[in-house]
């Protein structure tokens, strides 16, 4: 079992669509929270975070962090979104 695992609920990616997913701790050591980097290969746009656990995020931000206050039985359920339509096929890193 990895310290960490990320699964999305659904590989098909599309603009303006919610990107939900699941973070799980594994992690049996002391850490501060868990941050998440996104990145679009082929284009400088952004994966936008929208939620983690219920908690709306106000701010368009690429990169999620949650404190490890907010990881209850050590699981993050996440929303996402990208903003932008494609012109080819990206891949999501």
Same mark, same amino acid.
């Given at each position: 079992?990895?310290?960490?695992?990320?699964?999305?609920?659904?590989?098909?990616?599309?603009?303006?669509?919610?990107?939900?997913?699941?973070?799980? *701790? #594994?992690?049996?050591?002391?850490? =501060?929270?868990? &941050?998440?980097?996104?990145?679009?290969?082929?284009?400088n746009e952004l994966v936008v975070w929208r939620e983690y656990n219920g908690k709306k995020i106000t701010q368009?931000?690429?990169?999620?962090? *949650? #404190?490890?206050?907010?990881?209850? =039985?050590?699981? &993050?359920?996440?929303?996402?979104?990208?903003?932008?339509?494609?012109?080819?096929?990206?891949?999501?890193?």
């Amino acid at each position: 079992m990895a310290d960490i695992e990320i699964k999305l609920d659904n590989m098909k990616i599309k603009p303006h669509e919610e990107i939900t997913g699941h973070i799980t *701790v #594994n992690y049996s050591g002391l850490y =501060d929270g868990v &941050v998440i980097n996104t990145q679009i290969l082929g284009s400088n746009e952004l994966v936008v975070w929208r939620e983690y656990n219920g908690k709306k995020i106000t701010q368009n931000v690429s990169r999620l962090f *949650v #404190n490890k206050d907010f990881i209850p =039985d050590n699981k &993050v359920d996440f929303v996402a979104t990208i903003e932008f339509e494609p012109t080819e096929e990206h891949d999501v890193k």
